[in-house]
C-alpha cells in the first residue's frame, strides 16, 4: 500500500493550496481517509476526515470554515483545499486510510503517507 501526499509548499497568510493523496495497492473505496499534520515541536494532530463514499466529513476545530475534503474515488485520490490559510497551519501534512473507522485519532489509521510541507508566511 502506498499514500503519496502533494502538493505542500510556501504560501502567504490568506492564501490558498490544495494538497492530493494518491492511494494505490487497496481498494481506495473501501477506506475512509484522513488528514493529519504535525508542527515543529509539537504532536500528530487530527485536520479531517472523510468516509470512503464521501457523504461524510469532519473537521478539527481551527480548520473549520477554512479546509474542504473531498475525494475521488475513480482516481484513488483524496484532495483538502485549504483556504485562508494562517501561520499556525504550517506543518507537514499526512494523509492516512483506515479500513474500519471514520475516525479522528491516529491509532485507528491502518496506512499512512510520508507527508508533505505547508508553509504559510506571514
Known amino acids: 500500500v502506498q499514500l503519496q501526499a502533494s502538493g505542500g509548499g510556501l504560501v502567504q497568510a490568506g492564501g490558498s493550496l490544495r494538497l492530493s493523496c494518491a492511494a494505490s495497492?487497496?481498494?481506495?473505496?473501501?477506506?475512509?481517509m484522513g488528514w493529519f499534520r504535525q508542527a515543529p515541536g509539537k504532536e500528530r494532530e487530527f485536520v479531517a476526515a472523510?468516509?470512503?463514499?464521501?457523504?461524510?466529513?469532519y473537521y478539527t476545530n481551527s480548520v473549520k470554515g477554512r479546509f474542504t475534503i473531498s475525494r475521488d474515488n475513480a482516481k484513488n485520490t483524496v484532495y483538502p483545499q485549504m483556504n485562508s490559510l494562517k501561520p499556525e497551519d504550517t506543518a507537514v501534512y499526512y494523509c492516512?486510510?483506515?479500513?474500519?473507522?471514520?475516525?479522528?485519532?491516529?491509532?485507528?489509521?491502518?496506512?499512512w503517507g510520508q507527508g508533505t510541507l505547508v508553509t504559510v508566511s506571514s
Open positions: 495497492g487497496l481498494t481506495f473505496s473501501r477506506y475512509d
Open positions: 472523510i468516509s470512503r463514499g464521501g457523504g461524510t466529513t
Open positions: 492516512a486510510a483506515a479500513r474500519s473507522l471514520l475516525g479522528r485519532q491516529a491509532k485507528e489509521y491502518d496506512y
